[in-house]
C-alpha cells in the first residue's frame, strides 16, 4: 500500500492560501491518534524549556508539528528538516507567509547524513525512523546534535501490529516502511547504543486507538489507493466515522496501555 503519493494528493486538496493550511493542520491534530500523543508528549517536555530553546523538527513531513510547537513557545527556534525538497519548499513558503521564518527554519536534509553538534535542546522525530534502514545511525546522529542534557522524542510504531502487522507471515500496510514495528527492549537498545540516557518508553494506540486508527486511517488509505474518485466520498465519510474516531481517541490518551500498535519515546543526552 503507497502511503506517500495519498499525503501528495492530500495536501493537493488543501491550497498554500495561510488560512486553508492552518485549516488543513487543525483538521490533521484532530483526525490523527499521534497527534494527540505528540501533542501530550511536547507539552510535558516545554514546561522544561519555559525560555529559549533550539529545536529540530526532524522529518517535517507537512510542517504540522514545527507549526505547533512555534505556538507553544514564541521564544524556540525551529528547524524543520525533511528530505523531500517539496515538503521543504512548502513549508518555507507557509512560514514565510505566517511571519514565522526568523523563527522556523526548512531546509531539505538527509536524517542519516546530518552533522550539526551540541546544537538543538530538543529534537522530534514523528513516525520517521521506520522508513529509514540504518535507524542505529540516525540515532547517533540525533545524539550529537542535541545539547548535553537534550531531549528526544519519538513516535514509530511497535511490535505489537504496528504497521498493522500480526504474523511474520504479513508485510506491512505501508509500503513505505523498512521494519514493522520496534519492541520496547530492541529499540531502547539501540538508543542506549547511541549514547542516550533515562529512556521511557509507553505504548500508545492500544484497543481504542487500533479501532479508531482503522477507521479513519487504513479504510480511507485503501478506498484511495483503489480509486481517487474516492476523494469525493470522504467528506461524508469522515463526517459518520469521525464522532466515533474522536471518543475513541479520547479514551487511548487517557489509557495506559500493557500494550499497543505505537511507541512513544523519550529519551536524554
Known amino acids: 500500500m503507497q502511503y506517500e503519493p495519498i499525503k501528495r494528493s492530500l495536501a493537493g486538496v488543501f491550497p498554500e492560501r495561510l488560512f486553508v493550511r492552518k485549516l488543513f493542520f487543525f483538521l490533521l491534530d ?36 514545527a507549526w505547533r510547537m512555534s505556538r507553544m513557545n514564541e521564544k524556540w527556534s525551529i528547524r524543520a528538516v525533511d528530505i523531500s525538497a517539496e515538503h521543504t519548499e512548502e513549508c518555507r513558503r507557509f512560514f514565510t507567509a505566517a511571519g514565522l521564518s526568523g523563527r522556523v527554519y526548512c531546509e531539505q536534509a538527509d536524517l542519516a547524513a546530518i552533522t550539526w553538534s551540541d546544537t538543538f535542546d530538543m529534537v522530534l522525530c514523528v513516525d520517521v525512523i521506520e522508513h529509514i534502514e540504518d535507524d542505529i545511525g540516525v540515532f547517533r546522529n540525533f545524539h550529537r546534535a542535541l545539547k548535553p542534557g537534550g531531549r528526544l522524542l519519538i513516535s514509530t510504531p511497535s511490535d505489537q501490529g504496528g504497521s498493522d502487522v500480526h504474523a511474520s507471515t504479513q508485510s506491512s500496510f505501508i509500503d513505505e516502511h523498512v521494519r514493522n514495528g520496534y519492541s520496547r527492549q530492541d ?74 500498535t505505537g511507541l512513544m519515546i523519550t529519551a536524554q543526552k
Request: proline residues 5%; aromatic residues 16%.
Open 187 to 260: 529499540i531502547s537498545a539501540r538508543l542506549e547504543e547511541a549514547g542516550f540516557r533515562n529512556i521511557s518508553i509507553s505504548y500508545t494506540y492500544g484497543v481504542p486507538g487500533d479501532i479508531s486508527w482503522r477507521i479513519s486511517m487504513k479504510y480511507p488509505v485503501r478506498m484511495l489507493n483503489i480509486s481517487s474518485a474516492f476523494w469525493i466520498i470522504l467528506p461524508f465519510y469522515y463526517m459518520i466515522t469521525f464522532p466515533f474516531a474522536f471518543i475513541l481517541n479520547t479514551f487511548d490518551l487517557c489509557l495506559r496501555h500493557r500494550k499497543g
Open 30 to 65: 484532530l483526525l490523527l491518534l499521534r497527534s494527540w500523543h505528540v501533542r501530550r508528549a511536547l507539552r510535558n517536555i516545554a514546561r522544561d524549556y519555559p525560555g529559549t530553546a533550539s529545536v529540530l523538527d526532524a522529518g517535517a513531513g507537512f510542517g504540522q508539528y
